[in-house]
């Protein structure tokens, strides 16, 4: 039986490494011993890199944008409760490396005397439990830098409003008090705090806290240097890192060792290198661009997102052997232009929707929107947000948030399986302190 590293040995365990972001954590070292936490902080964003693959395939492929070829993967779009075969690939890695990016960031907090860095951390912490909730709903919660081994009560799954409300939303507004607005390839800042905050509040429903934090980044972003790309191809693409629509990206290097390490990448799920999914493009996001195509005017977005014969996703491109090299995008300007829209329409504000709307609109080559009504809006948004965001892992939050699976993957999904499935491994091991989810 596994025995939870993460919550238990290795909760008295801070892990360090060298400053430079660009190498992963060789070494680990009793929190009470150190006195430099530079190399933590660092750990806890090197630990983010095992998230990416699990949320890119399990934002993707679990909703209308892609498929699996091959059983058992095809149970992405099945709906039942043999999902939980995956865990070892996907749930389970995931879950771990937000533990440990929770760790780290716990002892950055509650030791370092530096308050960027602490700053640094909450944002880590907060972006960690923000994955965690939105992949598994209730989740055990550690603010600790060495909690009790003997106490198997904090491993108890607490709620999700409570997991926003008292850790999430806090660490982001002392996060947001510090940060620079200045954006630095790879590290948090106020801006990140602040869209991230936006995208809680939504995940909440509370669109009128979304709105104004989501606002107040999209109206600031120009005095920050944050502007949309004039041509969608400039944002993707490893020469292409770093630009000023990325507002927080996770940095992936071939040069780093992988925390994720169970073989293929995102990228390599996208352009159909991996044989569980050689033509992962789903038929129903080629028919949304036909459809915006047929408006009149030709998607740039298309071209830069899907090759040609409409099978495999090219937004992350592997030419000239770079595929390796992307960063992993987690929140960029576009992104939050189309949730601030998607805001302003839930709080009565169609017409702010609409010109936030239309600045992805014009930019992909097409005319204002022709959406007027409330509901117009909110499906415009939401189709706009695929085309736009199609391959950035976004796709089932959207349809979860916005309760339109049902209606957009065209059959009736049991609202358990909006959630994924705990990780069996964690449950056996904490004696069923640790429980499934409804359905699993």
Not at 183 to 206: E, P
Not at 307 to 321: C, L, N, R, V, Y
């Amino acid at each position: 039986m596994k025995k939870i590293y993460i919550l238990l040995a290795a909760l008295f365990i801070a892990t360090a490494c060298d400053s430079d972001l660009d190498q992963s954590p060789p070494n680990l070292a009793s929190a009470d011993s150190l006195t430099d936490f530079e190399g933590v902080l660092n750990a806890a964003y090197y630990y983010q890199l095992g998230s990416v693959t699990p949320l890119a395939v399990m934002g993707e492929f679990r909703s209308d944008n892609a498929v699996m070829d091959e059983a058992p993967y095809t149970e992405f779009d099945a709906f039942t409760a043999n999902l939980t075969t995956m865990e070892d690939q996907f749930f389970g890695p995931l879950y771990t490396a937000m533990y440990k990016s929770i760790l780290s960031s716990n002892n950055v907090i509650q030791n370092s005397s530096d308050a960027t860095e602490v700053a640094e951390a909450k944002f880590l912490r907060a972006l960690s439990y923000y994955k965690l909730v939105k992949s598994f709903g209730a989740v055990t919660v550690n603010l600790e830098a060495s909690p009790s081994l003997t106490d198997t009560s904090i491993l108890a799954r607490v709620p999700a409003m409570d997991v926003y409300n008292n850790v999430v939303i806090p660490d982001l507004n002392d996060a947001m008090s510090v940060l620079s607005t200045t954006i630095s390839n790879g590290r948090a800042s106020k801006y990140a705090a602040q869209a991230l905050l936006g995208k809680v509040y939504a995940a909440m429903g509370d669109y009128a806290s979304a709105a104004s934090n989501l606002g107040a980044v999209v109206n600031g972003a120009s005095a920050a240097g944050i502007t949309l790309q004039a041509n969608f191809s400039d944002i993707f693409g490893f020469a292409n890192e770093g630009n000023s629509e990325i507002i927080y990206a996770t940095q992936i290097s071939s040069s780093i060792v992988d925390e994720y390490g169970f073989g293929s990448d995102f990228w390599n799920w996208f352009v159909g290198d991996d044989s569980k999914s050689d033509f992962p493009v789903d038929s129903g996001l080629v028919a949304a661009f036909d459809a915006s195509d047929a408006t009149g005017a030709t998607d740039l977005r298309r071209a830069v997102t899907l090759e040609s014969a409409g099978t495999t996703a090219i937004k992350f491109p592997k030419d000239g052997g770079n595929g390796g090299e992307h960063d992993w995008i987690e929140i960029r300007l576009g992104d939050v232009i189309l949730l601030y829209a998607e805001a302003l329409n839930e709080t009565g504000n169609a017409s702010g929707a609409l010109t936030q709307l239309n600045k992805i609109r014009n930019r992909a080559g097409l005319a204002n929107s022709t959406a007027t009504s409330q509901a117009e809006v909110r499906t415009a948004v939401l189709n706009e947000r695929r085309l736009e965001l199609a391959f950035e892992g976004h796709r089932w939050d959207d349809l979860v948030r916005t309760n339109s699976v049902d209606s957009q993957m065209g059959t009736s999904v049991n609202s358990n399986y909006h959630l994924f499935p705990i990780p069996i491994s964690e449950i056996l091991a904490t004696g069923g302190v640790i429980t499934q989810n409804p359905g699993y």
